[in-house]
Every structure is written in C-alpha cells, then in structure tokens.
C-alpha cells in the first residue's frame, strides 16, 4: 500500500514563528487533506487539497502531486495552534484514507 | 463544512461486555463511512469501511466477529465492540463523506473506550 511520511515528528515554536510542515506519499494520488487533532482528539479539517495552493488565514497549503508531496505553512503560530497535524491521501480508484505519520507541534510562548 | 456527531465521546465497560458506538452524519448522505482507530502518540489505522445496505469491508487484521459494523440507513452506521478486552481500550473515530461524489471527508469527534 501506499506509504505516507511526514516531517518533521515534533516541532517545538515560539509564538509567532513561522514552520513548514512536509508530507511525502509514494504513490499518486486523488484526494489530499490536512487535519488539525486537538488535544481532545478532535480532526479538524483545515485544506481539502488534491493539487495546487490554498491559503485559509495564518495557514496555507500547497501540493505538488507530481513530485508526490504537500506542503502546510503555518504563520504567525498561536499557542492554539498546538496540536498533531497529519495529512491523508486516497489512492487510484478507491476511496480509502490513508493517514501519514503526523507532525506533533507545541508553540510555546 | 458537513457535520459528522460520534456518540459517546467516552465510554467505561466491564471486559467481556460489549459497547456500541454511533456515528451519523447530520446534513449530508453517505453511502459509504469508514471507521478508524488510534493509539496514544500514533497515527490512525482504518479499521473498516461501512458500505450501506451492505457488509462492512474489513483492512487485513481486524477482526470482524470482534468489531462488528452496522450501516443501516445513509446517515448512521455504528461500530459495535464484542466481549471486549483491556486491549481494545483505544480511541475510535469515524468518517463520512458525502455520497455524490470524491470529495473532503469529515470526522466525527471521536469516542474513546476504555474497558476494565
């Protein structure tokens, strides 16, 4: 199956810096999300992005699906912004999410 | 964006009792919904995929007399927990996306299960 790496693991930040989040997949893919899990658990949808650039506030997202990876900027980071973000991608014809390892982020004041 | 509701959002039983769970999705359809699990500090697993008015599709390993998946209607599928054991105390989290199309999938809040 299709394997799903991000990085860095664990980021630590000042409030205010900026970061850049990686996810790398192996395979082509159809769909490509990014989620926030807060500290309840909770995946909050932040960009629906199969290909391309969207930018929601302080957060951005760019993929490359022909290089097979997605890029998350965040901005001006908050101590909200705490949290593991993860991608997902759903391969060929199916329908399935397939999750990425995850990048646990901790912004510090 | 849609709305998917799990309940509960935590749940205690007894080993060898078994606990249901319900996800639902509230303003859209879903012919299809996937039911996932994870471990402290680790990713998510897809553990099935909910196909209404049919048998769930099971990933290689789960067990499907253990995790048993109704799907009854195009908006509830429940995941029921069998005779379970401390080793299925975990986080549960399911997912719909709407049925017209391949679009963004929503989760629904998750219901972490802890057996004693």
């Known amino acids: 199956g299709i394997q799903v790496e991000q990085s860095p693991p664990d980021l630590i930040l000042q409030e205010g810096a900026n970061s850049t989040l990686r996810c790398n997949f192996s395979?082509?893919?159809?769909?490509l999300q990014w989620f926030h899990q807060n500290p309840w658990g909770q995946l909050i949808n932040l960009f629906y992005i199969p290909s391309g650039t969207k930018q929601n506030g302080r957060l951005s997202a760019t993929t490359v699906a022909t290089e097979r990876y997605s890029l998350l900027y965040i901005s001006s980071s908050q101590t909200t912004d705490s949290g593991v973000y993860f991608c997902?991608?759903?391969?060929?014809?199916?329908?399935?999410?397939?999750f990425g390892t995850g990048t646990q982020l901790k912004v510090e004041l | 964006g849609a709305v998917v509701s799990q309940h509960p959002s935590w749940v205690i039983c007894k080993s060898g009792t078994s606990v249901k769970i319900e996800c639902r999705s509230l303003?859209?359809?879903?012919?299809?919904m996937f039911w996932y699990r994870q471990f402290p500090k680790q990713s998510l697993m897809l553990m099935a995929t909910s196909n209404e008015g049919s048998k769930a599709t099971y990933e290689q390993g789960v067990e499907k007399d253990k995790f048993l998946i109704n799907h009854a209607s195009l908006t509830l599928s429940t995941l029921t927990v069998t005779s379970a054991h401390p080793e299925d105390s975990s986080f549960y989290i399911c997912?719909?996306?709407?049925?017209?199309?391949?679009?963004?999938?929503?989760f629904g809040q998750g219901t972490r299960l802890t057996v004693v």
């Open positions: 303003d859209f359809q879903a012919t299809t």
């Open positions: 395979d082509s893919v159809n769909n």
């Open positions: 997902a991608v759903v391969t060929g014809g199916g329908n399935k999410l397939t």
């Open positions: 997912s719909a996306r709407d049925y017209r199309g391949n679009t963004e999938a929503f």
